[in-house]
């Protein structure tokens, strides 16, 4: 198999607070190969985005990669300040966020933005890089690309603004996309539209996608591996199809079968017992062992189960369980 | 007996620039259309669904139907009477305790200043009732502990929190509920906790449930009956079996194919085209025609009336 | 079922309190701590005046004429008393006269802020809630007070007032009218920033929630949106007890604020001003040094509540 794009190695964050050390991340390892989309799935707090946004340097201290390695196509980046992580972020990573707006600065033709970015990060002549700003918008699907490069962001649809911002994080040709929620604020028919979207651009262009989403079925249609997290740590990292269909963390299990899909023409919903602990409250152990219903004593002892060579981080990982 | 019967419910914002804007700019005054036309009947101890995406109006209709809104035109009676209408002091007040909300963002529906306590009783303290260990009853029938009365809600969860939000609305012993997305803030293990609940309730205490949602899955979970709205009118209407396995009008079915299935892997969906019209200038005739494949020149010039179709309530010339 | 049983008791007030991010913050900050301390001696000093400073100032019977211009610390001329920081031009104890000076500064600061905030507050919730011609008279009325600069406003008052009372009465009101002259001048930015919380408390659903069940405008702007837009006029309210002190003695230093027979601190200044090119600096140095003191450290205090409570700085 070919170097993947990028490649996390036992990375944890931690923030300092008055209350103790929070681990929002902790050991989590997973890769990115080109051309393929690797799903990042969890419930709020499990630490899906901030795992995200220590990729691409944008930790808010006080906090902070503690421990781990992050690799781009073979360079270390987790070391990098300031200036050459802002390039890298323009260059080699494109991103996406839930809020369209927030991404696109409000003052600027969209154009513009496109223009600016492509001239930073590509060498080539503005004359180019506007006729590739049109090209940009029309492969994102935007009707009359050639007349709304001159549009500001307030004049487009929240749809139309999503795909503004994938083609901006796109058209600086990076080897990686980071999408955090990029669909939550969309409707459901619009949301499709996105996804369908993301996958074509990623499969022409052979870019690596992180897609970080709390919905099982954008994970189900969009990703090609899916990695469950849960209070900071990996709890289960597959090949879609297998981790949903046949989970073998308890966990991703429960959480499979509490969605109401999967209790089709049941009364009641499956429940998972409890809540997920605190990031200051996370048990010795299994961080799942208090929810567990197949915990044993060695799940509620240090070491922390990792993922090693398995699908599960987990010691008892479950066989035949299927959900859907 | 019906509970609730809408007729001809219409909700129309003045959404125009202020008189100073106008007159400078020339504009005269524009109006949104939130709701147009609706009719829909629901059944005591059953749960009625709206569906739709944003800007569909199914927040409009809820805030009609408990009496935060009044409607433009058209009526709303539950049991028998028209809120936006009663002038008998006595009566609104019988109706106000009958009916209660749930909001969808549980960090903002609960008075971060007060106590669990106070927040729970006060639909029934409001009204001079006693209150005597109401609080420490409702948390335990919604799964908290008796302790947590006397904390503040920003030492809970958001699943949580909904839990205090449905005591509350439990305080006045309402029979309709109404649920503007009562889940869509909370993770899905939370989700179907809050779901289980909330089922479990309506039987326990012969409730009725008005349930808005975005989210099909949850309202094909839940609802007896389902009523789908675009651009503020009732397209179909149908139990959740009809809907889902031979939906008869284009936008649900277009709906049903957009949205995304949990075991849909790597499914290669047509993603339907276009985005939902601007409301302030809605298209003529069936709403959905500029976005609809088997759209017809009738489509753009009339409005479809409901009819029934195999049990089946939809607004569709064409639908078969 | 509960998420997660916790056994404990619920909290104090004043446990919540002591363990609340703005003590946590308060702790850490030595200006706020230093600023707090030194506003606490003030205040303290001020209220317990008559038992802490030597002489009464305005007992005519206790003060020896032959003691005026005594310097700090040095035995007077004629009659060998020594003063702590000096005597004026009739004998008074200067230290004795800035603490019952500090007392009428606090008072006047501490009424007309408090007679600010209610009518600030009180108008902002109602143009806030309310909405519609209210707002827009209220707010108006706002905006064209807040084109005249305040110190002006609170002149304007205090002359018609003063034309308006009997003069036999006037020394007895000046405190009352000089009250409700920097209460007038000050009420805006409390009504705007009331007004402007409330304006996003009140599509909040919890006060959808209270709608719902039939509670009254009244009810639900006191009792919900009230308790809930406080924060931020507390900051304002610090720092606008600086900024009334600072305008009293403006006042009083201009002649139309505290009366000789009841000085401030403003009158103090305006006192000593008069003998500082004479020589006799204690008069002047004494009282001023104490209002820059109560002013800064009244403001500091004030800065740092409001970084404390702004989530987005911390």
Not at chain 1, 184 to 190: C, K, M, N, Q, R
Not at chain 1, 228 to 236: D, I, K, T
Request: some cysteine.
């Amino acid at each position: 198999m070919a170097d993947p794009v990028l490649s996390i190695r036992d990375l944890s964050v931690e923030i300092p607070t008055r209350h103790g050390i929070v681990r929002p991340v902790d050991g989590v390892s997973y890769d990115i190969q080109a051309g393929e989309i690797l799903g990042i799935v969890g419930e709020s707090g499990a630490g899906k985005s901030m795992a995200g946004n220590a990729v691409i340097g944008l930790l808010n201290p006080p906090a902070h990669i503690s421990k781990g390695e992050i690799w781009l196509k073979g360079q270390r980046i987790d070391h990098l300040k300031g200036d050459a992580m802002r390039r890298l972020r323009g260059k080699e990573i494109g991103m996406v966020f839930q809020d369209p707006l927030t991404s696109l600065n409000p003052l600027l033709r969209i154009g513009d933005q496109l223009t600016e970015t492509m001239l930073t990060h590509l060498p080539i002549s503005r004359a180019e890089a506007e006729k590739r700003a049109v090209a940009a918008l029309e492969e994102v699907g935007i009707p009359g690309a050639a007349e709304r490069v001159n549009s500001y962001p307030h004049e487009f649809s929240g749809g139309m603004r999503q795909r503004v911002v994938i083609a901006l994080a796109l058209c600086a040709e990076p080897s990686l996309v980071i999408a955090d929620e990029p669909t939550t604020a969309l409707d459901v028919s619009v949301q499709a539209q996105i996804i369908a979207l993301l996958r074509r651009l990623c499969r022409d262009r052979g870019t690596a996608v992180m897609l970080i989403t709390h919905d099982m079925g954008v994970i189900a249609e969009a990703t090609d591996r899916v990695a469950v997290m849960y209070a900071g740590r990996l709890a289960e990292l597959g090949p879609v199809r297998d981790v949903l269909t046949h989970p073998q963390h308890p966990y991703t299990h429960g959480l499979m079968a509490s969605t109401p899909l999967a209790s089709q023409g049941k009364s009641r919903l499956h429940q998972i017992p409890g809540a997920m602990p605190r990031l200051d409250a996370v048990p010795d152990g299994c961080a799942f062992n208090s929810r567990c219903p197949h915990a044993t004593d060695k799940c509620r002892q240090a070491p922390v189960p990792r993922l090693r060579n398995g699908q599960a981080a987990c010691w008892y990982p479950l066989v035949d369980e299927k959900v859907i | 007996m019906t509970l609730v019967r809408v007729k001809n419910l219409s909700r129309v914002f003045d959404v125009s620039k202020p008189w100073l804007n106008r007159v400078i700019e020339r504009r005269s005054k524009a109006f949104l259309t939130a709701v147009s036309e609706v009719d829909f009947e629901v059944e005591p101890r059953s749960t009625y669904a709206l569906v739709g995406e944003s800007g569909s109006g199914k927040s409009t209709i809820g805030k009609m139907l408990v009496g935060l809104l009044k409607p433009s035109s058209g009526t709303v009676e539950i049991e028998g009477i028209d809120l936006a209408n009663e002038t008998d002091a006595a009566k609104i007040d019988v109706i106000r305790s009958d009916i209660q909300m749930i909001f969808q963002d549980p960090y903002a529906s609960l008075n971060p200043r007060w106590r669990v306590r106070d927040i729970i009783v006060e639909p029934v303290a409001s009204r001079g009732g006693t209150t005597e260990g109401l609080a420490e009853k409702l948390l335990e029938q919604v799964g908290l502990s008796v302790q947590d009365a006397g904390k503040f809600p920003h030492e809970f969860s958001g699943g949580q929190r909904q839990r205090i939000c449905i005591a509350r609305a439990l305080a006045s012993e309402p029979n309709l509920i109404v649920c503007d997305e009562p889940t869509s803030a909370l993770d899905v293990s939370v989700q179907a906790q809050v779901l289980n609940l909330m089922s479990d309730l309506k039987d326990d205490f012969g409730l009725t449930y008005v349930l808005i949602s975005h989210d099909l899955t949850v309202v094909r979970h839940m609802a007896d009956k389902i009523g789908v709205l675009y651009l503020g009118r009732l397209v179909e209407e149908a139990s959740p079996n009809d809907l889902f396995e031979t939906p008869k009008h284009p936008y649900t079915q277009m709906l049903l194919e957009a949205a995304p299935q949990m075991d849909g892997f790597g499914r290669e969906v047509q993603p339907p085209e276009g985005e939902i019209p601007d409301p302030i200038n809605p298209p003529s005739g069936c709403a959905f025609h500029p976005r609809c494949p088997i759209a017809q020149d009738i489509c753009k010039g009339q409005r479809p009336e409901m009819r029934v179709l195999n049990g089946t309530r939809v607004a569709c010339h064409l639908a078969e | 079922m509960s998420d997660f049983p916790i056994p404990v008791k619920p909290k104090s007030r004043l446990r919540i309190a002591l363990d609340s991010d703005l003590f946590y913050t308060f702790k850490r900050s030595p200006v706020a701590m230093v600023s707090a301390a030194v506003v606490l001696v003030l205040v303290l000093s001020a209220v317990f005046a008559p038992l802490i400073a030597p002489t009464n100032p305005f007992n005519p019977a206790s003060l020896n004429l032959m003691n005026g211009f005594t310097p700090p610390m040095t035995p007077n001329a004629f009659t060998g008393e020594s003063f702590f920081m000096g005597t004026d031009d009739q004998g008074r104890d200067v230290f004795s006269t800035i603490l019952y000076g500090m007392r009428i500064s606090l008072f006047v600061g501490v009424a007309a802020v408090f007679f600010a905030m209610v009518l600030g507050i009180t108008l902002g919730l109602i143009s806030g809630y309310v909405g519609g011609w209210t707002e827009t008279i209220i707010m108006r009325t706002a905006d064209v007070q807040l084109t005249f600069p305040s110190i002006l406003v609170a002149m304007l008052i205090f002359g018609i007032a003063k034309g308006v009372t009997p003069v036999e009465y006037r020394d007895q009101m000046a405190i009352w009218v000089l009250i409700l002259a920097i209460g007038l001048s000050d009420w805006v930015q409390f009504a705007r920033v009331v007004r402007g919380a409330t304006l996003v408390e009140k599509n909040k659903e919890y006060v959808q929630a209270a709608r719902l069940i039939g509670r009254t405008p009244t009810a639900i702007m006191l009792r919900h949106i009230l308790p809930n837009v406080l924060s931020p006029v507390l900051v304002i309210a610090t720092i606008s007890l600086a900024l009334a002190i600072i305008a009293e003695a403006t006042l009083s230093f201009l002649g139309v604020g505290a009366p000789p027979t009841q000085p401030s601190l403003g009158t103090l200044i305006r006192i000593g001003q008069g003998f500082l090119f004479s020589g006799e600096w204690w008069i002047l140095l004494f009282p001023a040094i104490t209002l820059l003191a109560l002013a800064l450290s009244v403001n500091l205090l004030g800065d740092w509540l409001r970084d404390a409570l702004n989530p987005r700085l911390r």
